[in-house]
């Protein structure tokens, strides 16, 4: 697949997230919208980890933003989420909320990382009611 163009964020990049990488996502690129993809998320503590699968009947929340050109808040991103070596950037099609089908570049696991599933498939939910107040990591 070319370049998408667009990046789908489901843990500590969302919309609403007080994440310093969050804040500048939302500065430099377009909020597009709402989006949810197949699979499951994990629980891996602060930070969320999400297996995609076609096949599954749960989904993952999350926010599709809409990249600047260049190629250097993606590179920043990348770099960010390096921090897990089990996560790699994948592109996968979405349905986003009023906009149909959206192709976009994903960070994903190969395999279930944790026993602990996210119920919902939305990361910002559970950490708020996991520790009762806004994610600010």
Known sequence: MSDPGHIFVYGT????????????LSAQARLVGKAHAPGHLYDMGWY???LFDDNAAARIVGDVFAL????????????YEAGDPNYER???QLSVAGAGRIAAWTYGVASP????????????AHWNAKTRRPVRL
Do not use: C, T
Request: aromatic share 2%; net charge positive.
């Open 113 to 124: 990382p944790s026993p602990r599933i996210i119920p919902g498939g939305d990361f910002l």
């Open 90 to 92: 994948i592109a996968l």
């Open 68 to 79: 600047p050109r260049g190629g250097r808040l993606l590179a920043e991103i990348d770099a």
């Open 48 to 50: 969320p980890a999400a």
């Open 13 to 24: 990049l969302r919309q609403g997230s007080n994440h310093p990488m969050a804040k500048r």
